[in-house]
């Protein structure tokens, strides 16, 4: 088969990249097992990154919902259009996988990924298909042996490290299968290696603040081998703190510590005042009549149980681009766990106005000092929790910081996307959001 391969790209004036990583699956047997490690079903939606020729392509296309194949050569994607050109279900598009945009993929529901990446950049092509917020729930992909290795590492071993932890932190990852050179043209000079990665589901690991992980295991790894003590960025707290706390020595090098103690250190040092509170069910609410005039104060508990009127505040942050930033709530929320809402809602404080309240929520939820002006007002219904609700909005690009027991991830998408989004899957939505969004496309 190599040798048709090699006719193949030579005919088509493709000469395998060294520089790019262009190594061709030549063993249809080994595709169709990488491609059944998948388990691919019939409304899947499935993402190949780098088809080459077809391999994997071959055993997916007309038996999944859509097939999206991602190729970098122009050449080949070509011929791939071509090739798949009487299968409806198979889309080619050419362009760089580590550039690739997954947001308008949210609409199609959970998304699965397969590929043969480059050794050059197979790094690079994880993190933007695996990092949150992502549509990608299942992926199987080929990798260069050394990256697999250091993927599923153990404590105390030598290829334990950053990528172990962050790629660790969100996905159960297992080892499937050790390939020689031998079923690729042109032969790489290093093994490679099929590894299967699932989304961990909601609830198996703490919520933790990604960004806080990710400064605390860059720092502890950038010279492993060195005790972590005055290595790491504490935020007040002493290190001796720390570690009795975490029941961890004071001696312990990043290497030494597990996924388990990195996530509990980032929960330690986390100094965000709300990392640990996603409501508090004896919060006191101002109680309204249908005039929206206040005629006490129930607790939150009491307030939803008896459906009372009250009121609540939502704000879209928009960048300069004119994007919108949704925030999926956390699966420990008690209303709409694990959804899709509005940059930032709340309800009021007792005696606190709109305005105030609107402020006070981007700054908890957010991060950031803002002045956003209102721009709808919403009267109670049962899609916004019998709330009267003032919409607002205003600018700012971010970065945002949100407490993770409230905020799972967050991300910006163009009103493009989220009108596709809203129309072919409202239940990945807070209903709150949906009737803000209705009154927010109504005013412009």
């Known amino acids: 088969m190599g040798t048709d391969l090699k006719a193949l790209l030579d005919g088509l004036g493709v000469r395998p990249s060294k520089a790019m990583g262009q190594n061709f699956l030549t063993d249809s047997s080994v595709a169709k097992g990488i491609v059944a490690a998948l388990r691919p079903a019939a409304d899947d939606i499935v993402v190949e990154i780098g088809p080459g020729t077809g391999a994997l392509s071959d055993h997916l296309a007309g038996k999944v919902r859509r097939l999206l194949l991602v190729e970098f050569d122009r050449k080949l994607a070509a011929y791939l259009r071509e090739r798949f050109a009487q299968e409806p279900t198979v889309e080619v598009i050419e362009g760089d996988a580590t550039d690739f945009d997954l947001r308008p993929l949210f609409a199609e529901g959970p998304v699965k990924a397969i590929g043969n990446l480059p050794y050059s950049c197979g790094g690079e092509i994880l993190r933007r298909f695996l990092d949150p917020p992502t549509p990608v729930v299942e992926a199987v992909f080929m990798l260069q042996r050394e990256v ?50 699932r989304a961990r589901p909601p609830g198996e690991v703490a919520p933790f603040d990604r960004k806080v992980f990710d400064r605390l295991v ?58 640990d509170t996603p409501q508090c069910s004896d919060e006191m609410f101002d109680v309204v009549d249908a005039d929206d005039v206040v005629i006490g104060q129930r607790s939150r508990g009491e307030v939803h149980a008896e459906k009372l009127l009250h009121r609540a505040v939502h704000s879209f942050v928009f960048n300069r681009r004119g994007e919108l930033f949704l925030q999926r709530r956390s699966h420990l929320k008690d209303i709409a766990p694990g959804l899709w809402d509005s940059s930032s809602s709340g309800h009021l404080d007792v005696s606190e106005g709109y305005a105030a309240g609107a402020k006070r929520e981007i700054e908890e939820e957010l991060g950031v000092e803002v002045e956003p002006q209102e721009i709808a007002r919403i009267d109670p219904c049962e899609d916004t929790g019998w709330e009267f609700v003032r919409l607002f909005r205003c600018v700012h690009r971010g970065p945002f910081r949100w407490p993770c027991s409230e905020v799972e991830t967050g991300q910006f998408f163009s009103e493009e996307v989220i009108v596709d989004w809203l129309a072919r899957r409202p239940e990945d939505f807070a209903s709150g959001f949906r009737e803000c969004w209705r009154h927010y496309r109504r005013s412009r």
């Open 218 to 275: 860059r720092c502890g790894f950038a010279q492993r081998r060195k005790q972590l003590k005055r290595r790491l960025p504490l935020e007040g707290a002493s290190w001796e703190e720390v570690c009795a706390a975490l029941g961890i020595s004071e001696m312990a090098r990043a290497e030494e510590l597990s996924l388990a103690d990195w996530l509990q250190l980032t929960r330690f040092v986390d100094q965000h005042p709300l990392k």
């Open 148 to 197: 697999a290795e250091r993927l599923v590492a153990s404590p105390r071993s030598k290829d334990y490290g950053r990528m172990t932890l962050m790629i660790g932190a969100g996905w159960r990852v297992e080892p499937l299968r050790v390939l020689p050179p031998e079923p690729f043209y042109p032969r790489p000079a290093v093994d490679s290696s099929v590894v299967r990665f």
